[in-house]
């Protein structure tokens, strides 16, 4: 479990592409990474293996290729990372679970004073539900608060901490970024529909024959 506040940028400084999967080298500021440590890279739950000082490897699977935009990665490029949060750590962000709902383009990039206003497009339609004007969202494992919602996005304001810790300032019109929906908001959601829809069979007529 993480919560949304990017430690720093690492940089990915090999890739190894194998069939249908690829293995990372990452390095990190992070000096004590042990062996099987859950870490999050662009938003997405990785497994440190082999830590070193400053460096980690980790593998992604075919399925996490799929839904995130880790596939679009190269060396050189800059990751958000964040450790996964301990029981006794400040909560400054919302709880993410590191994994990847899907992906969205960046539809609109507008630069007010000293903040950017990002606007995401392609969200699910089954999935604008989880979405709220002032709720909580994932992108690239950065937590952001909904400032507005569009007919199939929304759009948040960074402020210049986050342009300056997170990767988001080099993302450009037409780029994917990793999304993942408020788990608090998923898990209310799909319990509601359950309770409604035995709600709904309880009362359906029976025929027997």
Known sequence: MFTG???????????KTQQQSLHLTVQTKYLDLVEGESIAVNGVCLTAV????GLF?????????QI??????????SVNVERAMRLNDRMGG????????????????KKLDNYIEYTFEGIHSEAQQYF???????INGVSLTINELTQNGFKVMLIPHTLSVTNLSQYQIGDDVN???????????????????????????????
Do not use: W
């Open 179 to 209: 999304i993942e929906y408020d788990l608090f908001v998923k898990i209310m959601v799909n319990q509601i529909s359950q309770r409604f829809n035995l709600i709904r069979n309880s009362n359906e007529p029976s025929f027997s024959h």
């Open 132 to 138: 709220l004007k002032k709720g909580s969202v994932a």
């Open 68 to 77: 995130s935009n880790l596939i679009n990665l190269a060396v050189g490029h």
């Open 50 to 53: 082999s830590p070193e000082q």
């Open 5 to 15: 506040i990017i430690d720093h940028q690492a940089q990915i400084i090999q890739i």
């Open 94 to 109: 919302h709880f993410v679970s590191g994994h990847i709902d899907q992906t969205c383009k960046i539809n609109q990039i």
């Open 57 to 65: 490897h980790c593998d992604i699977s075919p399925e996490t290729l």
